[in-house]
Every structure is written in C-alpha cells, then in structure tokens.
C-alpha cells in the first residue's frame, strides 16, 4: 500500500511517499481503506518539527480521517465490514477526564497517522461518521469539529443567547462560528481578510472584525456587546493575541486556550483574571465520547462542515504548503 512519511529528518522535504505492507486485523482490530483525511495546523507543525522534535521518525501523518472498514479480527463488535467510520483523535480517551496514558495515544504523532492508503486500528478508537455528509467533510470532524464543540458546548457550556468570539477563518474556529450558531450564539470573527469576514456572515457571523484595519480589536468587541464584552472565547492565535482575548472577556467569562498561531509564550496579568472571575480553559480535542455526541447533532441539523479546498493523495505536500500559505478557509482535504 502506498503511504506518505516523514523519514529520517522534519521538514516538509522529508514527506515522502513510500510502499508499506498491508496491515492485518488482529483480535479486536478493524483494517481501514482510506477514503479522505484533512490536515490540522498540528500536522504542519508535526512535520516541521515544531510539535514535537522528539517524535520517532518515520512518521505517518495527519491525525484525521475518514474510511470503509474492509476487514475485522477476532473479537471485534463496534464496527462491521461496510461500515464508515473515522479514528478518535486520542486512541484510548474513550470517555471522562484526560489523563496522560489517554492522551498519549494520539493519531499523527506519537502513533502513526491516517495519511496511508490502509489503516489497522482498535475498534474502541473507529467512530461511525454521520451519514449525510461525503467522505471529505467526514474527515474534517475528529480534531478541529471535536476541538469546538468540546471547547463551547462540554467545557464552556454555551447557552441560548450568548456571544462569542472566534479567532479567524481555520477548521476550528469556523466550526466554533458553526456550532454557536446552532445553539442559538451571537457570533463576532474576527479576521484579517474582508473577503474572508463577508464569507463568514454568510455562514452566520453577526459581525466580522479585520483586525489589521481594527488592530484594537477587543475594543471593538467591547463596544458590540454594550461594554460588557463576550460571554466566550475561542483562543487560536496564542501569544499575539491572548492579552487582547483577556480586555475583551466579559467578567466571568469563558476562554477556551487552543491554539498558539502566534507563539507560545507571553507574560499574563493574572489580576486581570482574578478580578474578572475568568475560566481559561485549555482544550485538547476531545474523548470519543465527546465525538459521538458531537455527531448525532451535526446529523440531527444535517451541518455540513466547509471545505477550502481537495487535494489529491499524490498532491500531499502542496496540501500542507496551501495551510503553510494561512490563505485557507475552512478545512483542507486529501481524497485518497
């Protein structure tokens, strides 16, 4: 079977495709055809080295995607020959808090990835996948999708009402504006393209913020919520961008730490925290648990998450130059 690796040094000229011998499906494991996978900003850092510098190379990477199971060994209930189905980020976080074994088993690094033509798992990691979507926007749920939704829904417990902030135009933060509008949010993105703001209203954006026009962005989204500011969050940019998130939280409001675009160190004022009463919440994807929920309500609102644009399994490398650009909306794609 063919397969992409990152060999014996990080950089995107080390992704090289490479022949693997098919797996097999042991006891309780299912073989996976790969239909379609999509790259998180995680998998270009992974590449580059940026991640994780001690990872063993070679690696497969790519964290997400989505596929047919063709095989099942001994053992084996969840899943059935036929059946679609994507891999839980985390292998072993099934359901309650993480812990460190949990999130250790990850897809894309340490584990081998999805970006392979056969896959074999545990059949308590596969995942069936909504049925009324295709196989390309299947493939963008299992981080960035996952990722949202535990951010607002699990952890910051969104309500009816409330306004929320997201941080540009990624996989995240349009399935944040996406899952908001769902239940019911206000939702200000923020953006550095006003090409990329008018697209987002039309997804249900209540108001867009370029913030190279309006650097004082949190200003901005102060005067938007009548000087109270936003009831949540979604906190992609880091550094750059973390001390802006705190003066434009509202007092006991929600942040949810995901991202770090801009870097990953940065000095806090923690008074501005402790004064506020804020919850910052850092958010790692999400148990298999979380990923099932997540599901019966993008199939129950028939949600189609938005993809930028569908690479070829031979085109790989251009995939991850096109994120490396920042010019995505939405999620990138591979069609195997």
């Given amino acids: 079977m063919r397969a992409y ?3 014996n040094k990080f950089g995107l000229e080390s992704l090289v495709q490479v022949e693997r011998p098919d797996p097999s499906a042991g006891p309780y494991h299912a073989v996976i055809k790969m239909r ?6 995680r998998d270009l850092l992974t590449v580059e080295g940026k991640y994780n510098p001690r990872l063993r190379l070679p690696l497969v990477p790519l964290s997400d995607g989505v596929g047919e199971v063709v095989a099942v060994g001994e053992g084996v209930t ?8 994507a891999a839980n980020f985390s292998q072993k976080w099934l359901g309650g808090e993480p812990a460190r074994a949990k999130l250790g088993a990850s897809l894309g690094g340490p584990l081998d990835g999805m970006l392979t033509e056969y896959r074999a798992l545990h059949e308590e990691g596969l995942v069936h996948v909504p049925g009324h979507l295709t196989d390309e926007e299947a493939a963008t749920l299992p981080c960035a999708a996952v990722t ?14 409330e306004t929320v902030l997201v941080q540009g135009t990624g996989g995240v933060s349009i399935f944040a504006l996406q899952f908001a509008k769902l239940a019911g949010a206000r939702v200000i993105v923020t953006s550095s393209s006003d090409e990329k703001l008018e697209r987002a209203k039309k997804l249900g954006a209540d108001f867009g913020v370029n913030y190279t026009t309006t650097p004082d962005w949190d200003k901005r989204a102060k005067e938007l919520t009548a000087g109270i500011g936003v009831d949540h969050i979604v906190e992609v940019g880091g550094a750059g961008t973390f001390g802006k ?17 801009s870097g990953n160190a940065t000095e806090v004022n923690l008074v501005q925290i402790l004064m506020q009463n804020l919850r910052i919440q850092g958010v790692m994807v999400g148990s298999r648990d979380t990923f099932e929920s997540m599901n019966r309500a993008v199939a129950l ?20 130059e096109h ?3 920042g010019s995505h909306f939405g ?3 591979i069609k195997f």
């Fill in 36 to 41: 379609a996978a999509s790259l998180n900003y």
């Fill in 301 to 320: 609102h028939e949600m189609r998450p938005v993809i930028d644009r569908v690479f070829a399994f031979d085109e790989a490398r251009q995939a991850f």
């Fill in 245 to 261: 998130s705190l003066r434009a939280i509202k007092i006991g409001g929600h942040i949810g730490l995901i991202g770090n675009l």
């Fill in 323 to 325: 994120m490396a650009s």
């Fill in 331 to 333: 999620k990138i794609c």
């Fill in 5 to 7: 690796e990152i060999q």
């Fill in 148 to 161: 949202a939704w535990n951010s607002l829904i699990n952890m910051g417990g969104l309500s009816t009402g």
């Fill in 78 to 85: 969840r899943v059935k020959p036929g059946d679609r189905v």
